[in-house]
């Protein structure tokens, strides 16, 4: 039985280019940062979290949420093949219990905030807005997107980022935790606006202040589906 069963829809993926030296002390034991035509990406992304169920079951109040994280990708060489994966250097939700058991079972960096979001469907076009308050103010991502869907490119930056099967956390300078995430390959809306404000330093520290001067490389908008989550392993 998969650790979690659930859904991710409407996921907005603001993408930059970043040094990988920033972040080599996010690498977990037995990776290394995947890189994308010689680039190392960092990801900003904005979800709703649906009908999760863990270890079959459906807990009260807590299967639908939004989620704000940040993100990076690695991969793992193993048994021949080249296992690709993302680890997460921060994950926003806006219940404590999600938080509880994200951090206590698989290590990982979630952390409760007050959140909202509002779907809007326009004449034309769609709009995606998820924002959480850190320190009194309303951070937003906000994308403006065409109607229909298309494909995610092969061989495009859309699809590396996409295509991601493996979570990775560091649990410290020896361990690693891994699990495997599966959800079939997804289509995309062509994003037409970003009007997102955040302020990166308030929310992830100074070491991530100078993504505000960075322009994003792609936004794009996942339309996602059901997924699930394997339970972890040590490695």
Request: negative net charge; hydrophobic residues 40%.
């Amino acid at each position: 039985m998969s650790f979690l069963k659930a859904e991710w829809n409407n996921l907005a993926m603001i993408n930059y280019e970043v040094n990988p030296q920033i972040l080599q002390k996010y690498v977990p034991k037995g990776t290394e940062i995947d890189f994308f035509n010689g680039k190392c990406y960092v990801s900003f992304i904005g979800f709703l979290f649906e009908n999760v169920r863990v270890l079959g079951m459906k807990i009260p109040f807590h299967s639908d949420f939004e989620e704000v994280n940040l993100r990076f990708y690695v991969r793992r060489f193993e048994n021949g093949v080249w296992k690709r994966g993302a680890v997460f250097i921060s994950e926003i939700v806006p219940k404590y219990a999600i938080s509880f058991v994200a951090n206590t079972f698989y290590n990982e960096q979630y952390q409760t905030l007050p959140m909202k979001h509002n779907l809007k469907v326009n004449e034309s076009s769609r709009e995606f807005i998820y924002q959480w308050k850190v320190k009194g103010i309303w951070n937003t991502i906000h994308v403006e997107t065409n109607k229909n869907p298309i494909p995610i490119e092969v061989d495009s930056e859309a699809e590396f980022i996409t295509e991601h099967y493996f979570g990775y956390t560091k649990i410290n300078e020896k361990e690693t935790f891994e699990y495997q995430v599966t959800h079939p390959r997804w289509q995309q809306l062509e994003v037409i606006n970003n009007t997102s404000e955040i302020d990166f330093e308030t929310v992830y520290g100074p070491e991530f202040a100078f993504i505000r001067e960075l322009k994003p490389t792609s936004v794009f908008l996942a339309i996602g589906s059901k997924i699930t989550i394997e339970d972890k392993r040590k490695i």
